[in-house]
């Protein structure tokens, strides 16, 4: 594709390059690279997004799959779940930041993913406050070990992988706890699910005023509208009929997790693209990595267990 170096130069796309919002759960930019061989020689199927979009939505119907399985079969098995993610997760984010000079040591808070889990499910929000500032007392005390030289950048690293990950994650398990709880966590995905399609249709049709171009240059304004949207029409369709809350309840859930999910996927952006790397890691083709799936789950995570337990309360 031919390049408008007036265009590059000013920080523009090229001219040739429609400006369209694809949200992170089809891929995160539109690169304009053309599509690669696969081993066989027949071009793979690389969709707007930069991506192999027959693999991005194989795995992403299958990771639904699994999330809806476990919901409804087994409401506990969902905690496992959440937690083998959350593990998973820790460690890509931790991968990432050494690439960029940190070294947040990820033991304590690997174990402390584990306990703000099992606490945040027996013992609510008390337990997951209460472990996540032992987790980073562990982290404290644990980079003791390696000296002064980069204590506080390090120990900021890991406190900061703590808070981004498994605290928000413990919101999913409080979102769990309830006797309605699975369908708690349904409207909670399902919702982020619709801001990632509603975002990526408006936006390709769209899509021409750029919503953060130096930190994702494909999103748009545009592309927030149809989140906001499809929020909006699912989650009052949800907190009414599976609730029985409030119309103005479900409006406001929908606009706060089109939000909440925007800005998780640009905040993930901004910490790629100051870190230098297209992707956390590299474990779901077509995705990159589960970290890539859950920037904007984390966020939302937390508002939709606040919205829901006061339009919704148990």
Do not use: N
């Amino acid at each position: 594709m031919p390049v408008d170096p007036a265009a590059e130069e000013a920080g523009r796309e090229p001219a040739d390059a429609p400006l369209t919002a694809v949200p992170d759960a089809l891929g995160t930019e539109v690169t304009g690279e053309a599509p690669q061989d696969t081993p066989s020689g027949a071009p793979r199927a690389v969709g707007r997004a930069g991506r192999d979009m027959a693999a991005a939505v194989g795995v992403g119907l299958a990771m639904g799959a699994v999330v809806f399985a476990t919901l409804l079969l087994w409401r506990p098995s969902f905690l496992v779940i959440v937690t083998a993610a959350v593990l998973i997760s820790v460690v890509e984010l931790s991968g990432a930041l050494e690439k960029g000079g940190h070294r947040p040591p990820r033991t304590p808070v690997l174990v402390g993913a584990v306990v703000m889990a099992a606490l945040a499910w027996t013992r609510g929000p008390t337990g997951l406050v209460i472990a996540f500032l032992l987790t980073v007392f562990a982290v404290l005390l644990w980079r003791l070990g390696d000296g002064p030289v980069g204590y506080l950048r390090d120990a900021s690293a890991a406190v900061f992988v703590a808070l981004y990950v498994p605290l928000l994650a413990g919101f999913a398990v409080l979102l769990l706890v309830p006797d309605d709880g699975a369908a708690r966590v349904l409207t909670f995905i399902g919702t982020v699910v619709c801001s990632d399609v509603g975002g990526f249709a408006a936006g390709v049709l769209f899509g021409k005023h750029p919503l953060a171009r130096t930190v994702s240059p494909k999103k748009s304004w545009e592309g927030l509208a149809g989140s906001v949207a499809a929020c909006v029409l699912i989650g009052t369709l949800l907190i009414t009929l599976v609730f029985d809350g409030p119309w103005w309840g479900g409006v406001l859930f929908g606009v706060a997790i089109a939000v909440t999910a925007t800005l998780g996927d640009l905040g993930e952006s901004l910490i790629k693209r100051d870190l230098g790397i297209k992707d956390m890691g590299d474990l779901l083709p077509g995705h990159g990595g589960l970290m890539d799936r859950m920037d904007s789950l984390l966020p939302s995570a937390a508002v939709a267990w606040l919205i829901l337990s006061v339009v919704a309360p148990v």
